[in-house]
């Protein structure tokens, strides 16, 4: 399947894109996604390990679910998806990314001022006074450190279920979504809130919508089109038919 002509023309005449990203775009990398058939949620049960209440009852397996993660990711690179989006980003007027990863895999392949809705799993701070912990911490390491300033638990800066998103995040990829001629909704199923409410907004604003995502997802048939493609294959296509039509290659 190649990327329609339609969706490569809006995006190269496109004043501002904005892009919505989902464990899918990392998953060409080797993260596991969530909700696949093989995703973590599959075997594990998300309200007792990213959730404060599952930090609370169980600090240690859920400080050791978070380290094991990280080791993954610390052997994991970005793929030719998050490339592309990088690249893309060079050769259009204004392209806003937006993610709910936390392995920075984004930044990693050159992409800047990522929204990143759901933090970060490379981060800590403290759980009681939410002071940054800026030591750099052994992945080995099988217990929360304690806070030097006020002697609580550390825990990873990612947002866990039941909290409130980064200050500004949600703002800020809520004016994009207004904003935008185009939005893309990519790797994501779109079953987690307020994140999921993006394309529809961008929708409703009058953005051209399109999902790139192998799969079908809950919002799928409210959007202007769907690339029923992997991100790794379908991005670098779309940044190839855009340079084309720029007249760059
Ligand atoms: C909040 C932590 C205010 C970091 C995560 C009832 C109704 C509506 C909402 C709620 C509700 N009850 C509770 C809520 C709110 C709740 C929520 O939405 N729950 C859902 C489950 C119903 N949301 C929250 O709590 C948020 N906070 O609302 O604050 C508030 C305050 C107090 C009280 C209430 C509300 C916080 C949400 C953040 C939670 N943290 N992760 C970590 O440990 O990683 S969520 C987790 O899901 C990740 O962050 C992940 O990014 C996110 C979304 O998942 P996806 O990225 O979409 O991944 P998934 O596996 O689901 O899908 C992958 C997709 O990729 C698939 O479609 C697949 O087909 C596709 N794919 C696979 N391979 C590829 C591919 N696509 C392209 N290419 C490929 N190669
Ligand atoms: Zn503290």
């Known amino acids: ?34 909700r696949d058939p093989d995703g973590l949620w599959a075997k594990l049960n998300p309200a007792e390990l990213a959730s404060i209440d599952g930090f609370m009852a169980n600090p240690k397996m859920v400080w050791e679910w978070y380290q094991h993660r990280r080791e993954i990711i610390a052997s994991c690179r970005p793929n030719p998806g998050h490339y592309a989006l990088s690249e893309l980003a060079k050769i259009v007027p204004k392209l806003t990314l937006i993610t709910q990863n936390v392995d920075r895999l984004h930044q990693q392949a050159g992409s800047e001022g990522v929204v990143e809705l759901h933090g970060n799993i490379i981060e800590n701070h403290c759980f009681r ?17 304690l806070c030097p300033k006020c002697g609580g638990q550390i825990r990873p800066s990612v947002v866990w279920f039941g909290e409130n998103l980064p200050e500004g995040a949600m703002e800020a990829a809520e004016e994009a979504a207004a904003q935008c001629d185009v939005f893309f909704s990519i ?15 961008a929708k409703r604003s009058g953005a051209f919508v399109v999902e790139v995502n192998p799969r079908r997802t809950a919002i799928s048939s409210y959007l202007d089109a769907t690339v029923e493609l992997a991100s790794g294959e379908a991005l670098p296509l779309l940044l190839d038919g855009v340079k084309k039509l720029k007249g760059i290659i």
């Open 1 to 34: 399947m190649k990327i329609p002509q339609t969706i490569i023309e809006k995006t190269a005449n496109a004043k501002h894109i904005a892009v919505l990203t989902g464990a899918g775009v990392s998953a060409e990398s080797g993260i596991k996604t969530f």
């Open 129 to 145: 006074c939410r002071a940054p912990f800026a030591e750099a911490v052994d992945l080995t390491l099988s217990e929360p450190p």
């Open 187 to 201: 790797g994501t199923s779109a079953e987690v809130y307020p994140a999921a409410n993006l394309p529809i907004f």
